[in-house]
């Protein structure tokens, strides 16, 4: 067994000692309900703690990993080496005219929600993503013709460097599913988003109707990482899964939804690997029937058990 008491040490004279777990069970913090134990498990509750775990990690050549709302991610059955942090304690969001400012942790639903009290319209679109802010500008989440791109004025990080630094959207080079966060290795820990002045009634109505669609279609009855794929040019992924027969394919206690074939659900205490091999079989079975090969549009990371 690996003795982390060392780190833990040197971790406490930097962070508040409340706020650090070790072996941490993550399946319990994912959106998925997968993931084996985190070795370190941090909640900074400050920037200043966040900047100094950073700067420690990089001085002791420790590996670190963030985690949002884990509903994009897959962590394997093995968990997570060294430190993963998760920013769930910076969760404020303020708005000044027709800016509203969230905090990496904040959910992106209780933004939307935020700015429909404010009457401000430009948000409506991700009324039911089920990420935090860092998430979805990592991710450039979008739903129902809108994304994070179209609203972001800019966003405040902290660099590998572990400075506090501004970048604007145009810097995040935000495209489909996809931004340059992990290339930069930056920590998202605000978003400013430049929105316009709307009726209250009229942002209620889309964000109802969306809600109303989204119930609808996808099985949130279940834990799932939502699309598993990503749209595959001048195709549908649910679609060629739908026509593969894969619904209701079942490994373990993984499942492909019989509700939304985009979807797997965990269905029964899956593990990550019986979810993943889904995944594979999926992905094989739709290139053998109709030769499109399926990108992941979900994360997987850590280490097999
Ligand atoms: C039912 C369901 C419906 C969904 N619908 C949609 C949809 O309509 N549109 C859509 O785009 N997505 C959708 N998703 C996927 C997912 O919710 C989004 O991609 C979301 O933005 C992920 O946010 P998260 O906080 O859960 O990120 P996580 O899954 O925890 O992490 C994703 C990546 O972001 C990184 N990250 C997290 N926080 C930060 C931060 N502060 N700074 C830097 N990097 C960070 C993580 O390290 C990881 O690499 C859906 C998922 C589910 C389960």
């Known amino acids: ?5 060392q780190l833990y040490n ?8 409340n ?4 072996n941490e069970l993550l399946k319990n913090h ?3 309900k997968l993931g084996g134990k985190a070795d370190i498990f941090l909640t900074p509750t400050t920037y200043e703690e966040v900047q100094a775990v950073v700067k420690f990690a990089k001085q002791e050549n420790v590996p670190f990993t963030l985690l949002g709302n884990g509903s994009n991610l897959i962590v394997k059955d093995g968990g997570i080496r060294g430190i993963v942090i998760l920013l769930k304690n910076f969760n404020r969001i303020s708005v000044e005219e ?4 969230a905090q990496s942790g904040a959910a992106i639903i209780a933004a939307s929600q935020y700015a429909l009290k404010e009457n401000l319209t430009g948000l409506e679109f991700a009324c039911g993503i089920p990420g935090t802010v ?3 500008l990592f991710m450039n989440a979008g739903a129902y013709g809108g994304e994070i791109k179209d609203v972001l004025a800019h966003a405040i990080v902290i660099d590998c460097n572990g400075e506090i630094v501004k970048r604007t959207a145009e810097d995040l080079e935000l495209s489909y599913r996809t931004s340059n966060i992990p290339e930069k290795g930056d920590i998202v820990l605000e978003a400013i988003f430049k929105l316009r002045p709307g009726k209250y009634e009229e942002i209620k109505a889309v964000m109802d109707d969306l809600t109303f669609k989204r119930e609808s279609k996808q099985p949130l009855e279940y834990p799932s990482c939502g699309s598993v794929f990503k749209r595959p040019p001048g195709y549908f992924a649910g679609k060629l899964i739908q026509d593969s027969g894969l619904q209701g394919k079942q490994i373990g206690g993984a499942q492909v939804s019989t509700k939304h074939a985009g979807f797997i659900v965990n269905k029964d205490n899956a593990t ?3 979810y993943i091999s889904l995944i594979k079989y999926v992905q094989k079975t739709v290139k053998e029937k109709f030769n499109v090969e399926l990108e992941r549009e979900v994360k997987i990371i850590g280490e097999d058990l």
């Open 1 to 5: 067994m690996t003795d982390y008491t």
């Open 10 to 17: 040197k971790l406490s004279s930097i962070i508040d000692k």
């Open 19 to 22: 706020n650090i777990k070790t």
């Open 30 to 32: 994912t959106y998925t």
């Open 98 to 101: 027709n800016f509203l400012t």
């Open 134 to 136: 860092g998430g979805a």
């Open 272 to 274: 990550a690997e019986e």
